[in-house]
């Protein structure tokens, strides 16, 4: 790939889809025992400092696992930063438990602010089965997040894809995005299978994709844009243009790139697609799908 040009690339803005916090004398994340190396507080005055002179304008929290007896408290927290308009974060995805029983009542807490856009539940942990996201209970509160306007972010192995493009059939009212371009593998030798599901899933017209968090992947090990080049072209084209976002996964991508690297490898690969497209899958598709214009 040509450097120069992914350098010179026009300085779009950024809208941020994937922007975590987390504030450890506030909140508990029981995962972290498992990351050593992100185990400390992220707070908003860090994520400025990593982001500085990307052109980075907004950004949409997405939950970060706290401990279930926390996650009221970390909604409130993070709708209560976007009301607050000081910093970057413009909306919110919190975390919940679509197959619980209180999972309506959960949701009524927040009816009507403005500031939620969504739920997510990571389907990947060790402690759910390969299916759970098709079993009934769960089905019925995905169906209640379109019920009440609310999108479902799926963030699972990429072995299960097929179950993903299950589960939006069986929900029709409900708007999904796919994270992390379906937890693609960086270094995978053979992406066919990969490739196969992601174009499965991708022609639900109601899913949109992150091009975000494939460098977890890539954890402990050198990699060039050349490496990520593959996985994030292959979710471009299957999904196109207008279903397609950006997603910066900060802190997590730490684990492998700053803020910066990731950035300016995703700049280079893009370089050669046209100006509407990259600005789309920068900007412009964020703030349609998540009313920040």
Known sequence: MDATAGANADMIPIIDTHQHLWDLTKFKLPWLSGEPALDKSYLQSDYLKATEGLGVEKSVYMEVDVAEDQQVAEAEYILGVCASGKGPTAAAVISGRPASDGFAAYLDRFKGNRYLKGVRQVLHVPSLPRGYCLEPKFVRGIRLLGERGLSFDLCMRNTELRDAAKLIDLCPETRFILDHCGNGDVRSKDRTQWKLDIDEVSRRERVVCKVSGILASAKGGAWSAEDLAPIVNHVLDSFGPDRVMFGGDWPVCTLAATYRQWVEALRLIVASR???????????????????A
């Open 274 to 292: 046209g100006d509407a497209e990259r600005r789309k899958l920068w900007h412009d598709n964020a703030a349609h799908y998540y009313g920040l």
